[in-house]
T-cell receptor
Framework: GAVVSQHPSWVICKSGTSVKIECRSL??????MFWYRQFPKQSLMLMAT?????????EQGVEKDKFLINHASLTLSTLTVTSAHPEDSSFYIC?????????????FGEGSWLTVV | EDQVTQSPEALRLQEGESSSLNCSYT??????LFWYRQDPGKGPEFLFT???AGEEKEKERLKATLTKKESFLHITAPKPEDSATYLC???????????FGTGTSLTVIP
């Protein structure tokens, strides 16, 4: 099946620094990628939708200057948490839409745990 | 307004006790309904896609069905390793948006 790789799996950073999370579709072209945030025992919260080569569309309440999303190629999207603070600590998950065939299914990465200390 | 509701929020089953999870949806034209399994601390794992009412998909002990208003995920003779959160999502015909339910947390007791 389709594979979406997310890196790093976990990261610890100091407050005030920036951290980048990568999301790659390994065996399909992903014209659209999604970034989610998930708190313990809660459902996925969509942060933004990114289309290759264009600016991301952010959900209401998500600061676009704090959560920078780049989707420069059909297989790679990055999420950069800028000037991270402890309240940004969370589980971040990306997904990629395989729209090349009839399936039009989205596949998820394994997620990235971010801890800001 | 497009919406997805899953029930129950949590379900505890004895090993071998079959049951069903529900996903009710309202969407302006369904493009697809998706079921995922999510283990703690991991990203959701794709299970099924259903496209039209009457369609059914099976995988091991899981069977997904679809009507015009809801989908069921039937679990037959579950095992402890089936314990996870099961997420349902729908995609409308227009736009790229996927709408997720809040999930059903399934615990299968040996």
């Amino acid at each position: 099946g389709a594979v979406v790789s997310q890196h790093p799996s976990w990261v610890i950073c100091k407050s005030g620094t920036s951290v980048k999370i990568e999301c790659r579709s390994l065996d399909f072209q992903a014209t659209t990628m999604f970034w989610y945030r998930q708190f313990p025992k809660q459902s996925l919260m969509l942060m933004a939708t990114s289309n290759e080569g264009s600016k991301a569309t952010y959900e209401q309440g998500v600061e676009k200057d704090k959560f920078l999303i780049n989707h420069a190629s059909l297989t790679l999207s990055t999420l950069t948490v800028t000037s991270a603070h402890p309240e940004d600590s969370s589980f971040y998950i990306c997904s990629a839409r395989d729209g090349t065939g009839l399936l039009n299914t989205i596949y998820f990465g394994e997620g990235s745990w971010l801890t800001v200390v | 307004e497009d919406q997805v509701t899953q029930s129950p929020e949590a379900l505890r089953l004895q090993e071998g006790e079959s049951s069903s999870l529900n996903c009710s949806y309202t969407v302006s034209g369904l493009r697809g309904l998706f079921w995922y399994r999510q283990d703690p601390g991991k990203g959701p794992e794709f299970l099924f896609t259903l496209y039209s009412a009457g369609e059914e998909k099976e995988k091991e002990r899981l069977k997904a069905t679809l009507t015009k208003k809801e989908s069921f995920l039937h679990i037959t003779a579950p095992k402890p390793e089936d314990s996870a959160t099961y997420l349902c999502a729908v995609q409308a015909r227009t736009g790229n948006q996927f709408y997720f339910g809040t999930g059903t947390s399934l615990t299968v007791i040996p």
